[in-house]
Nanobody, 124 residues
Framework: QVQLVESGGGSVQAGGSLRLSCSASGFPLIRSCMAWFRQAPGKEREGVAAIYTAGGKTYYAESVKGRFTISQDNAENTLFLEMNSLNPKDTAMYYC?????????????????WGQGTQVTVSS
């Protein structure tokens, strides 16, 4: 049974940083696509960052490039999202998503498993 549990959300002032974690179980992290999505109130869910765990290739939304970094710890089956230079537009519920044995392109629409989410709030 695939389970994804996020942690690390919270409230921070603009310009601050947060590190999100996603503990995965029920499948091996290696050779999977893992991603972070976010959804702000009244807006559609959007892909933020993805990683193909077999080779480490990463993908980012334009709005977070240069500020967010996605990474993995295969030994611990954990996914991370380091978020720097946060601004109020980054306020949203952040979700971890998994596509076990997914293809290396990590398309935004291929994810089948989702965590419950962790709230990130950035104040100005």
């Amino acid at each position: 049974q695939v389970q994804l549990v996020e942690s690390g959300g919270g409230s921070v002032q603009a310009g601050g940083s947060l590190r999100l974690s996603c503990s995965a179980s029920g499948f091996p992290l290696i050779r999977s696509c893992m991603a972070w999505f976010r959804q702000a109130p009244g807006k559609e869910r959007e892909g933020v960052a993805a990683i193909y765990t077999a080779g480490g290739k990463t993908y980012y939304a334009e709005s977070v490039k240069g500020r967010f970094t996605i990474s993995q710890d295969n030994a611990e089956n954990t996914l991370f999202l380091e978020m720097n230079s946060l601004n109020p537009k980054d306020t949203a519920m952040y979700y971890c998503a998994a596509s076990p044995y997914g293809g290396s392109t990590c398309d935004w629409d291929e994810y089948r498993y989702w965590g419950q989410g962790t709230q990130v709030t950035v104040s100005s």
